[in-house]
């Protein structure tokens, strides 16, 4: 069996899913992909997207108007993965084990609750405690709503409507710096945390009109137990893969603007922008591609434009180069990252998918704490010339999960 067949059935006859397996447990499916429950969470979707990204920007700059120090801003920003991270376990089997929209509203709730946090904060504790309360949004947003997405979309459209939805997160990635820092000069930092708790509003008033898909499948629930509720094993080949980008992205996001001022980049802001509206377009098209030719034939390109894009950067000492990296970056995230997410759905059953969602997050939640902690460290010691090599070599070793997965599938069946 090739690794491009990652979608092939026994007998060679193809599937756009991963089987007979899931089609039998998700039953007939419609084509149409634009309905009302997709169209309510994929705006909602960016409504958040653009909330959050306002304050990935922001917060760093207000923790310097606090009296803060660089420190306090890696610490203020850390808090936020290392809130998701220690909550996406167990939130995985509660939306499998619940529903997956009720844990979307909470998600997008405890988004609220943060920016009326962030407003009272006078101090770098409550501005702490803020990212953590954010951070358990975060886990219970994006585990439950990519389980939501996946459930609601047809079979055959279903790596579509998983980039479409991200890519309503990407124009919020692209627009949301730009907004924030506006509205920071023009209304100050108080009033964009109002701006952004609106936001949330229109993010959950949206969601509340979304309805559930009934489920098709009929089984016993289990109970939560270390062994069954922590991570989902058909979904470690996957999240694996999202490690392996998730050290990529994590260097980037980090490090880039200081590497690119130390090159005689005067707006670093650029290679987030070019990178983001790459990432976009990539995402419009990548999902029919992997829905019409299978998984890997996306994947791989776009894990082999991720570590190019890294590579290339020792040798980068003008703005075209960096044009180009950022480009080449976005595009093989922009793919590679949303097929990897159908390619996990296509593997687990339709009552893991929470706890299978959570698995994948989680590993790209250690891959972006090992980006930005342990590849800092290497940049630190040993320079950047060194760093964004290392950081190539392990966004590469994404093909390994996709092997892992092979290997997986054939046993399988």
């Keep these: 069996m090739s690794i491009l067949d990652l979608t092939k059935e026994p007998g060679g006859n193809e599937s756009v899913q991963g089987g007979p397996l899931i089609a039998a447990a998700v039953g007939p499916e419609e084509d149409r992909l634009f309905t009302s429950n997709f169209v309510l969470s994929s705006l909602a979707n960016f409504a958040n997207a653009l909330s959050s990204q306002m304050l990935v920007a922001i917060l760093p700059v207000y923790v310097i108007t606090l009296g803060g120090g660089q420190a306090d801003a890696g610490l203020v920003s850390g808090a936020l993965a290392i809130s998701a991270l220690l909550f996406r376990p167990l939130l995985g089997w509660v939306t499998d084990a619940w529903r997956r929209r009720p844990v979307v509203l909470i998600g997008t709730s405890f988004y609220g609750f943060a920016n009326i946090v962030y407003l009272l904060a006078g101090s770098i504790p409550l501005l702490v405690f803020g990212r953590l309360v954010q951070g358990f949004g975060l886990s219970c947003y994006t585990t439950a709503s990519n389980a939501f997405v996946a459930d609601i979309a047809p079979v055959k459209r279903r790596a579509e409507a998983v980039g479409i939805f991200s890519a309503t997160q990407a124009v919020g990635l692209i627009i949301g710096p730009v907004v924030g820092f506006m509205l920071v000069r023009s209304i100050g930092f108080q009033h964009l945390f109002y701006f952004n708790g609106g936001l949330t509003i229109i993010a959950f008033s949206l969601l509340i009109f979304t309805r559930e898909r009934r489920q098709p499948w009929n089984i016993k629930r289990r109970r939560w137990s270390p062994r069954t509720g922590i991570v989902a094993v058909d979904a470690l080949p996957v999240a694996w893969m999202a490690l392996c980008m998730g050290v990529g992205l994590g260097a980037v996001h980090s490090f880039i603007a200081i590497f690119a001022t130390s090159r005689g980049i005067q707006n670093p802001g650029f290679y987030f922008m070019v990178q983001a509206v790459a990432l976009l377009v990539s995402r419009t098209f990548a999902g029919r591609l992997a829905d019409r030719h299978g998984r890997a034939i996306v994947i791989i390109p776009g894990c082999i434009l991720m570590a190019a894009a890294l590579a290339m950067l020792p040798l980068a000492h003008g703005f075209p180069c960096f044009i180009v990296s950022a480009s080449l970056f976005g595009i093989g995230f922009g793919s590679a990252q949303p097929t990897t997410m159908a390619l996990l759905i296509d593997r687990i059953q339709p009552e893991q998918r929470g706890l299978a969602t959570s698995t994948y997050f989680t590993g790209f939640d250690l891959g ?5 902690v342990l590849l800092g460290a290497v940049g630190e010691h040993w320079g950047f ?15 390994a999960g996709i092997t892992a997965d092979r290997r997986r599938s054939s046993t399988a069946q």
Excluded at 368 to 372: A, L, Q, R, S
Excluded at 387 to 399: F, N
């Design 368 to 372: 972006f704490i090992i980006g930005t």
């Design 385 to 399: 010339g060194v760093m964004w090599p290392i950081a190539a070599a392990c966004t590469l070793l994404c093909l």
